[in-house]
């Protein structure tokens, strides 16, 4: 009987420790106005899954991504219903007009005077009464976004301590020659896809470096719905937004090889649009359609692609197709 109660006990240290050494994170890609539907799949996969599969120890994110990552960090781990609720109904709430403006002098004044097409000064405004820094610093969960440095060439991380942190999510995503360049610390930045656009290994790093050994990514992003696109007849920004889409999904792919490289024990699920999206990257009037193909997309069971140290190469060529 003794024999049989330490048995016991052992197996419950042993169960218990195992658990300690597992850590989920969440990642977003860079999306624009298809950022609506990141949140529905963040809303979907917590209405789904059990609630220690939803705990999240830390969000990351890259352009609309970051503001996703952003709005996730200020809820504690435990409390993701209350942050894909808040996810959500802020994504329902956004109109064009409170992400960008045309110039006085349109796109001639944008183009020569104001370094971009548009005015995204609205977007500040907006992420200023969106984002609550002092729910940052009291939530558990921890934030990197990142942009790209235009006067180094580099790829700037940003960690919610940051004390500009509403200015390095629009930093994080300032489309180049579409919005000006956003200025922080002396530099001027845009948008982080220019360099990362899937900040996935990051999400990994910082699930290592609390000690875990096993390691869960969740990737959302927007890529992989419509390979085709009849382009012929597009316009400037059209074809802008187009050649954007393209360096997304390239970009992403190999951020998920340099995943594999420097972490090749981390399991990956990829979260997908399962049909073409409406709208385009800066429409933002499709939020509603947008998250509810998101939370279709985040209840199913199995992601649309699940990549381990196995099977990523082979997943990668699927995920191109």
């Avoid at 382009?231 to 360096?247: C, F, N, P, Q, V």
Wanted: glycine share 8%; proline share 4%; hydrophobic share 40%.
């Amino acid at each position: 009987m003794k024999f049989l109660i330490s048995l016991i006990v052992v197996s419950t240290m042993i169960a218990a420790c195992m658990a300690q050494s597992t850590c989920r994170t969440i990642t977003f890609s860079g999306a624009g106005a298809f950022g609506a539907y990141q949140a529905g799949v963040v809303s979907g996969i917590v209405s789904k899954r059990a609630p220690a599969d939803v705990q999240w120890l830390s969000a990351t994110g890259i352009s609309a991504g970051s503001i996703n990552a952003a709005a996730l960090a200020m809820f504690n781990v435990g409390d993701e219903v209350a942050a894909a609720n808040f996810m959500t109904e802020k994504w329902l709430s956004i109109s064009p007009e409170q992400v960008f403006v045309n110039w006085k002098g349109g796109v001639v004044d944008g183009l020569f005077l104001h370094r971009g097409i548009y005015d995204d000064g609205p977007l500040f405004v907006f992420m200023t009464n969106a984002l609550n820094t002092t729910q940052f610093l009291a939530s558990n969960r921890n934030m990197m976004i990142g942009a790209t440095n235009l006067d180094t060439g580099m790829f700037d991380q940003f960690y919610k301590t940051d004390p500009e942190i509403v200015k390095a999510v629009i930093a994080s995503c300032s489309i180049p020659g579409v919005f000006p360049p956003t200025e922080k610390g002396g530099y001027s930045y845009c948008d982080g896809g220019a360099t990362y656009m899937t900040p996935v290994t990051d999400s990994a790093r910082l699930c290592y470096e609390t000690g875990a050994t096993n390691v869960i990514v969740d990737m959302v992003t927007i890529t992989g719905a419509d390979k085709f696109r009849n382009m012929s007849k597009g316009d400037t920004i059209e074809l802008l937004l187009r050649a954007g889409e393209i360096i997304v999904e390239n970009i992403g792919n190999k951020d998920i090889e340099t995943l594999f490289q420097a972490f090749p024990n981390t399991i990956l699920n990829v979260y997908r649009p399962s049909q073409t999206l409406p709208g385009n990257a800066l429409s933002f009037t499709y939020s509603a359609p947008l998250i509810k193909i998101g939370v279709t997309d985040g209840q199913n069971e199995n992601p649309a692609f699940v990549l381990t140290k196995h099977n990523y190469k082979e997943m990668l060529e699927k995920m191109r197709q």
